[in-house]
């Protein structure tokens, strides 16, 4: 026999099925911590790398993160990053086909943590728990929200020092230590400390494939937008385009430019809809005072990279994508 429902008579079934399949789905997302100590905060994300928007998930959080000087509002100058890893001839066994080249990523927009970039180890440390500031018996520190869930290891050699261990679908198990200070004339700089080792551990099961990896490159990509105050969740003043990252001016220094550092750093560049000349992103308009709202000029140096997985010795090529790669260049 049929039996036929319709919404009218069974309202209440229909709409409790509804909510139970919906609450039934899995829900995945990265783990984020904040390290807040010093005049430059940043979040951290589980998945290894901060993604396009990926705190919150919310389009306001367009310039989130990397905030210099962090006790100021809006100071935020990262729109996305991202991390990429490349191997030839890989032979993969899930798809159990050899693939010509193989790519895993993290970023600019996309996370998978249950099959690609997968987080195993997330913690903060500290050299000192979070000072407790009371006024009135009021807790009186802006910071108290984000350094939390500290574990205290007094041997530290800084005053915090997150721990991300990550396996990626290409058996390559990144760990990757962030260390910062908060003394005074070392407080706007993290250091990074990356390790890449092949495990061979390929899925979030923890299963194994042992095979040796053929001319792997590891990828990282900043997009810089200097900064949230200028932008449209500050004070709005500065093109709609700008908030991220558009008019973003990228310098790069390399020994083979006759540099002394390998780096790069990014600043508020000329806009030709921003009003007179823009550098610094000041103030200007009807009600402006001229304030700089976009003075910082965020970078990354890279201190020591090994050769080899056997030679530890630095090499002084590294990171090899570091160079332009014009369009006329005979690789393209």
Same mark, same amino acid.
């Given at each position: 026999m049929r039996k036929t429902f319709s919404m009218k008579k069974y309202p209440a079934i229909i709409l409790l099925t509804i909510l139970m399949i919906v609450l039934s789905l899995p829900l995945q997302a990265d783990d984020?911590?904040?390290i807040a100590v010093g005049q430059l905060h940043n979040w951290f994300s589980s998945g290894g790398c901060e993604i396009e928007v990926?705190?919150?998930h919310e389009v306001r959080? #367009?310039?989130?993160?990397? #905030?210099y000087p962090a006790l100021y509002s809006s100071q935020d100058m990262q729109a996305a990053k991202s991390l990429w890893f490349g191997a030839k001839k890989y032979n993969d066994p899930v798809a159990e086909k050899e693939f010509s080249y193989k790519v895993v990523h993290c970023g600019p927009r996309i996370l998978n943590e249950t099959s690609e970039f997968i987080p195993q180890d997330f913690t903060l440390y500290g050299k000192f728990a979070h000072p407790e500031v009371l006024v009135n018996g009021v807790p009186g520190s802006q910071t108290i929200y984000r350094d939390i869930d500290v574990v205290v290891d007094e041997t530290l050699p800084t005053d915090r020092?997150?721990?991300?261990?990550?396996?990626t679908s290409m058996g390559i198990t990144m760990t990757r230590k962030i260390y910062a200070i908060s003394q005074s004339y070392h407080n706007n700089y993290f250091i990074y400390d990356f390790e890449f080792k092949n495990t061979g551990i390929y899925d979030i099961d923890g299963n194994v494939k042992n095979q040796d990896l053929e001319d792997v490159i590891f990828f990282f990509q900043y997009r810089w937008a200097v900064c949230k105050y200028m932008g449209s969740y500050g004070l709005n003043y500065a093109p709609q385009d700008a908030t991220w990252g558009k008019n973003t001016v990228n310098e790069v220094l390399h020994p083979d430019y006759g540099d002394r550092y390998r780096a790069s750093y990014a600043y508020h560049g000329l806009h030709s809809q921003f009003e007179g000349d823009n550098i610094g992103a000041p103030n200007i308009g009807?009600?402006?005072?001229?304030?700089?709202?976009?003075?910082?000029?965020?970078g990354v140096v890279t201190i020591h990279a090994d050769k080899s997985a056997s030679d530890p010795n630095d090499d002084p090529q590294q990171p090899k994508h570091q160079i332009p790669i014009y369009s006329d260049a005979d690789i393209t």
């Open positions: 984020t911590k904040w990926g705190r919150r959080d #367009q310039q989130d993160g990397f #905030q020092m997150l721990h991300n261990v990550v396996n009807t009600s402006g005072t001229g304030f700089l709202g976009a003075a910082q000029i965020p």
